[in-house]
């Protein structure tokens, strides 16, 4: 991860986005205009959808500029 990579989080996933990485095919804010929006700051709402709604979005990214990872769920341990 680059110093430049951008983390958002809405508590159950973090989104990464690495602008370096982004080719700007709008395909996010085509798909998914409440969380991807490029007139706003910070340009990802994570709170605009729900998380298997981003998860879908982020997996159409061409480039592999956005990805997630699922945040550790704190005090219970699986199994
Ligand atoms: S879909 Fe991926 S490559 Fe296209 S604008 Fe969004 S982040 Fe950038």
């Given at each position: ?5 951008k ?5 159950e996933?973090?989104?990464?986005w690495k ?23 910070p ?5 605009g959808?729900s998380t ?6 982020v ?7 956005l ?5 550790e ?7």
């Amino acid at each position: 991860m680059s110093d430049s990579d951008k983390n958002y989080s809405n508590g159950e996933i973090t989104v990464v986005w690495k602008p370096g990485v982004c080719i700007h095919s709008g395909k996010c804010v085509q798909g998914l205009g409440e969380v991807f929006n490029v007139h706003a700051r910070p340009w990802i709402n994570i709170a605009g959808s729900s998380t298997e709604r981003i998860i879908q979005q982020v997996d159409q990214c061409p480039s592999g500029a956005l990805s997630y990872f699922r945040n550790e769920k704190v005090g219970k341990a699986a199994g």
